[in-house]
């Protein structure tokens, strides 16, 4: 079973558009972390943000925002007033405290922001 | 304070020949994972080791695929007779402590067979 669906496969939006960004994760452990990960073009991951599971506080980075919760396993991100540069593949991901040798990533969702 | 780094950025080798990885952590790390990631998917655990040990390798391939990480120098992803299949970006990323903690990723190898 996928411990991470991210459903949306592709998105485009219009440039200065708001997007959202799903994903769900399933876990057992009652202490996890949660990722968001971006990869443009060139490759390489840049981390977004870490929440752990007793954290539900929703959180707000300039133009990034993220909601997790808890009740439905979800942990979406939201980009507000989107830019070109924005366009990338996002990876969530989850790391388990119990068997946390590895992260588990979602399939990615590609985002295009056209200008 | 130099990130996570992975080299060769890119290679290329022909079918049956061998392909080495190299990730060295970040300073003071001692713990080392390394993940595929196929093209159009996201990113697959392989393995995971602490200096001169293999703690996880569940997710590596049971042929032609090996991991080290000796007590000097960076650990090493070896593919023995690459096909075709094994073209894929290859992530290695550090922690202080594992379980997940302080993961910093490098920035991947491409690997292309031809």
């Known amino acids: 079973a996928q411990k991470v669906t991210q459903a949306q496969t592709e998105i485009s939006v219009v440039e200065k558009e708001d997007v959202t960004l799903d994903c769900v994760y399933e876990?057992?452990?009652?202490?996890?972390?949660l990722f968001w990960y971006k990869q443009p073009p060139s490759g390489e991951l840049v981390f977004l943000i870490r929440r752990n599971s007793f954290d539900e506080q929703n959180e707000i980075s300039g133009r990034y925002s993220w909601n997790f919760q808890k009740s439905t396993s979800s942990f979406n991100f939201t980009i507000t007033a989107s830019q070109v540069v924005d366009s990338a593949v996002y990876f969530c991901a989850l790391s388990e405290a119990n068997t946390g040798n590895q992260f588990y990533f979602g399939t990615g969702t590609s985002l295009t922001v056209i200008p | 304070n130099a990130g996570v780094m992975q080299n060769p950025r890119h290679l290329v080798r022909r079918r049956g020949q061998e392909a080495r990885l190299r990730c060295s952590p970040m300073k003071g790390h001692s713990h080392v994972y390394w993940y595929r990631q196929l093209p159009e998917e996201g990113l697959k655990f392989m393995v995971y080791?602490?200096?001169?040990?293999?703690?996880?390798e569940s997710g590596m391939p049971k042929e032609r695929f090996s991991a080290e990480f000796p007590k000097e120098g960076p650990s090493i992803l070896r593919i023995q007779q690459v096909v075709r299949g094994d073209s894929a970006a290859y992530f290695c990323a550090s922690s202080l402590r594992g379980q997940g903690m302080g993961y910093t990723f490098g920035s991947g190898t491409r690997l292309t067979v031809v």
């Open positions: 876990t057992r452990d009652t202490t996890y972390y």
């Open positions: 080791l602490q200096k001169e040990n293999i703690i996880d």
